[in-house]
């Protein structure tokens, strides 16, 4: 920040503190900026709700009844330099050091035109998941870029377009290979050399599933004599976390014989030297991205990966990205396959997981582009000769190496254990972090930034003599296919050439420095950038996340001060944040709820009450947690029907494992019931669950766990300012209360302090570290007032759109005061009479600048609005007076003066091409086409491509670069 920026912030703080406007708390500093609209603004808009003043609308509008008896007691806020100078503090209490320990985590150099470009531009961070692909053809190429090095690199034929982490992505193939298995084998053998967070977490997954993990060394691997019996799988790493490369050809062969199928945990960078798994047997590849440019962050966020053949594509978890075709026959980009998208499918859905990487999987596939496979062999080259030449130098000195056969990670035994311990010891006074395992083994991982001047003064501290780089051969597992063959791979080696290529991308997409994006339940607020600042600074991205953690004690203070914020805000006795993404939150909640029930010997208690009302990937998540789901209905006015949740809870009886409900609902209304739906399920023994994806309409007005709930989770990507990065990263950390703290989730490498509790959820101990600075500067900033004031305006702010478009959309549902919470669903299924859909409506936003709200979820037919507090009147009025035009161009196809066929609605979008074409043979002009509002002639977004063909898609499916150039989109 500039000293001129500094000086205005430092004026403002002057002034902050909360002040009075007649009966109005009004927050300043920060908070004024956060929340859009002004006072005058705020005066009309109460008066077209027809409030007398914010705290009457706030009274009339959320029920008494869940109202939370006392303010929120947080610090007083933080101006945007004071949070900057904690969190800078904070940053410099952590030690960052040379962390050469592998585990699949590598210190990596972001390309700073990625860094400034991507990483850092809001016009890639504040984008939202590309359910509209129209309007998402940046992203979504990024991402195909992104499939198509996985799939070369790996040598399969589908990769999806990431998933959370490596842990997890191997928890996904897991059950994967099971549901593709015959019969009921329910064994998965893993390997001893596979990364111990990842055995871990293979652990927390099978566990309620009734999946049996058998633990093998990789020499009993490969005996002939393996037994196989009742065994669906296997997992190998390649190399190894020891970093020993082992051939698995011979085990995927065994394994194919009996019916079973191989999963093999990989590292992309070593790809590029060794034989693809591919080639090699393997059905499913997982692995992790992270060290293709996205910082270490002690953990995360990173993009994790899986990839399989073509013909298990159908039963893959996550999103794929394919190549259609629009309107008019051109090329274009969708998410393949959407309907497999969990929130639709519900309890028969693959997976749980909603969320991705996006973010990061973009940064990855963008250092591809960067270095090019040329690029990314030559880095190998240099690591794997470094690592040789530093085994040759261990093995001078006496050490023993567990092989020849290595990448950039050497795995070598001491001559005695002293003699390790004293190499540790020798090599943290020099500035290394090295790994120790067992008795006297010691692991060094190399990286990025490692060079021979670097090797010989760790060789040095350790009495060895680094002697050079030295030759590697891999011998039958070298690596002679070609990877990365697409031009977009080898067209941008110059900074000019990659700053266009990154632009160009951008300009395709609509994100929040666009307009506002009006999706309900998704929450998109402002991402500010004193909250984003920090996120990339070394203090916080350069920690490997299994250091000792007396080297991050700034991330600690950092923790307490969330856990203890986050638990005042939901009045929760304990909070874990280690759940990276909602998905997370909501199967951590369950299993906490498991473990409970375990604990008190109630295992049979495994029946899950979920209303039609619940977020969508609540029933996927209760399944994984091994629990089976029951539906309670909502009645008319969206509300859990109290009398089918009696007769359901009497149904269960004492196999009650609990409820599963989202508050306000997703219908958006807050439930009067709420205390005596919690009261019911605990009466009959069952725990409560409370979904936090809502938590915008409740911060500081009320407190889920005074509500009645056990355990809830928080998207801190919606209502605590994590951007959404085009569907990714994420966090949803947890709060408990305190009978359910035993069981919140641990680490087997790190000790989280949270106690031995479960197994992890994710693979780093605290999730994704590297974004939680944004949720603290956010809370820091707004304190208690500002958070209020927040959530009012939104709530204000939903309700002013809803009376602003009631007569020209019904709203679904409200409460009995006739207004809705933080969001509103209007109802457009009565126009599909005239042969108009909700779809041909928000195709249409696409022209008017806007993404359109969340369509036909969770209504088919409908389209549900959140505004979010910090959108001002301004914008809130273009948005309404875009959706009243289009209303108008409905009325014109009621009138009979247009055919529907024929309306502007269903071509829309149009793009500049068909716009400024030599023809036009349209029943409408060219300026009704792009330009209906006088807006649009300031500022005017194209959609860069018509409307995609999503049939056309799913018939071919198209998941590479590889095939952009042969794809024919004039076949059916």
């Known amino acids: 920040m500039d000293s001129t920026a500094q000086d205005h912030v430092a004026q403002d703080h002057a002034a902050d503190g909360p002040t009075r406007t007649g009966a109005a708390l009004v927050p300043a500093g920060f908070a004024t900026r956060h929340v859009g609209p002004r006072e005058a603004e705020l005066a009309a808009m109460l008066a077209a709700v027809r409030a007398p003043s914010l705290q009457a609308f706030i009274e009339d509008t959320v029920p008494a009844v869940i109202r939370a008896e006392r303010p929120l007691r947080l610090p007083a806020a933080l101006s945007e330099v004071e949070a900057l100078e904690r969190l800078a503090a904070y940053a410099g209490e952590n030690t960052v050091r040379r962390s050469l320990l592998g585990y699949g985590y590598h210190h990596t150099i972001t390309p700073p035109v990625i860094l400034r470009n991507v990483l850092e531009n809001p016009g890639w961070y504040t984008a939202y998941t590309p359910y509209q692909a129209e309007i998402s053809q940046g992203r979504l190429e990024a991402l195909l870029l992104f499939q198509t090095m996985v ?313 060895w003599s680094f002697g050079g780089a030295a030759v590697v051969d891999h011998g039958a597992l070298a690596r002679s296919s070609a990877f990365m063959t697409h031009r977009a791979f080898h067209e941008h080696r110059s900074e000019t050439q990659m700053l266009r290529f990154l632009a160009k991308l951008q300009r395709k997409d609509i994100a929040l420095d666009t307009s506002m994006i009006p999706l309900g339940s998704c929450t998109m607020k402002l991402n500010a950038t004193t909250e984003m600042i920090p996120v990339t600074w070394r203090g916080f991205g350069a920690l490997h996340p299994f250091i000792p953690t007396s080297q991050a004690k700034g991330y600690r203070r950092l923790f307490d001060d969330l856990e203890a914020w986050l638990a005042e805000i939901t009045g929760f006795d304990a909070v874990s944040l280690q759940p990276n993404a909602g998905s997370q939150g909501e199967y951590a909640g369950l299993l906490c709820i498991r473990g409970y029930h375990l604990h008190r010997g109630a295992a049979h208690r495994r029946l899950c009450l979920i209303p039609t009302s619940a977020h969508g990937t609540n029933p996927a998540s209760a399944v994984m947690a091994g629990m089976e789901v029951i539906p309670v209905a909502c009645d008319d006015q969206g509300n859990v029907d109290l009398a089918d949740l009696r007769k359901q809870i009497d149904r269960c009886g004492d196999k009650l494992a609990g409820l599963m409900v989202t508050y306000p609902s997703t219908h958006g209304v807050f439930e009067e019931s709420i205390r005596e739906i919690c009261a019911l399920v605990h009466a009959a023994g069952g725990q409560v669950y409370m979904d936090g994806a809502n938590m915008n309409a409740l911060v500081g007005l009320a407190r889920p766990a005074e509500l009645g ?264």
């Open 151 to 463: 799939q070369d690199l790996t040598g399969m034929d589908i990769s999806n377009a990431s998933l959370l982490d490596e842990a997890t992505a191997a928890a996904e193939a897991m059950t994967m290979v099971q549901r593709l298995g015959k019969g009921d084998a329910s064994r998965l053998l893993v390997s001893r050399s596979v990364h111990p967070q990842t055995r871990a977490l293979l652990q927390t997954r099978a566990a309620p599933l009734d999946i049996e993990l058998v633990d093998v060394d990789d020499a009993d691997l490969d005996a002939e004599g393996l037994n196989l019996d009742g065994v669906f799988g296997a997992l190998v790493q390649y190399p190894g976390t020891d970093g020993v490369v082992r051939d698995p050809s011979a085990l995927a062969a065994r394994l194919h014989a009996v019916g079973g199928m191989l999963i093999v945990a990989t590292d992309l960078l070593a790809l590029t030297l060794l034989k693809p798994p591919g080639e090699l047997g393997a059905d499913i590849v997982v692995g992790n991205s992270q060290r293709f440019g996205v910082p270490l962050g002690y953990g995360g966020p990173h993009a994790g990966f899986l990839a399989t053949r073509d013909a298990h594509k159908r039963q893959m978890p996550g999103r794929i990205i394919g190549i259609s075709r629009d309107r008019r026959g051109q090329r274009a980009l969708r998410m393949a396959l959407q309907t497999r998208e969990q929130h639709i499918r519900r309890q028969k859905a693959t997976s749980n997981i909603c969320t991705a990487q996006v973010l990061l999987s973009v940064t990855a596939a963008m250092y591809g582009v960067w270095h090019g496979p040329e690029g990314l062999r030559s880095l190998a080259t240099r690591l794997a000769g470094l690592a040789a030449g530093l085994r040759l130098a261990a093995e001078a000195a006496g050490w023993v190496s567990a092989s020849i056969l290595h990448f950039d990670t050497v795995s070598l035994r001491a001559p005695s254990a002293t003699a390790r311990d004293a190499a540790l010891a020798a090599a943290e006074s020099a500035g290394f972090n090295l790994r120790s395992e067992g008795e006297g083994q010691l692991i060094i991982a190399l990286d990025e930034a490692s060079d021979a001047a670097e090797l010989g003064r760790l060789c040095a501290a350790l009495g």
């Open 709 to 972: 709930a056990d355990v809830l989770h928080l998207n801190l990507h919606k209502t605590f300012c994590i951007p959404h990065g085009g569907g990714g990263p994420g966090m949803g950390p947890i709060g408990v209360r305190a009978h359910l703290a035993p069981f919140l989730p641990g680490h087997n490498v790190v000790d989280t302090g949270q106690g031995p509790g479960m197994t992890p959820v994710s693979a780093a101990p605290w999730g994704s570290p590297s974004i939680l600075p944004i949720s603290w500067a956010y809370i820091a900033m707004m304190s208690g007032e500002g958070l209020t004031r927040a959530t009012e305006i939104a709530i204000l702010n939903a309700n002013y759109v809803a009376e602003r478009l009631r007569g020209h959309y019904p709203v679904l549902y409200t409460g009995k005061t006739g207004r809705v919470a933080h969001e509103c669903i209007l109802d457009l299924r009565h126009f599909k009479k005239i042969g108009i859909e909700a779809e041909d409506v928000a195709k249409r936003l696409m022209d008017y600048g806007f993404h359109a709200p969340t369509l036909s979820w969770p209504v088919a037919g409908t389209l549900m609005v959140e505004p979010t507090e910090s959108e001002d009147k301004a914008e809130l009025d273009r948005f309404c007076d875009a959706m009243i035009a289009i209303r108008g161009e409905i009325a014109a196809v009621e009138d009979g003066q247009i055919a529907a066929a024929a309306s502007p609605l269903k071509f829309a979008p149009h793009t500049a091409d068909e716009v400024a074409g030599d023809t036009w043979d349209r029943a409408y002009s060219r300026s009704q086409a792009a330009w209906p509002l006088p807006y649009l002639r300031e500022q005017k977004y194209w959609p860069p491509v018509s409307r995609v063909d999503n049939t056309w898609g799913d018939r071919n499916v198209f998941c590479s670069c590889n095939a952009w150039d042969d794809v024919d989109t004039s076949r059916g």
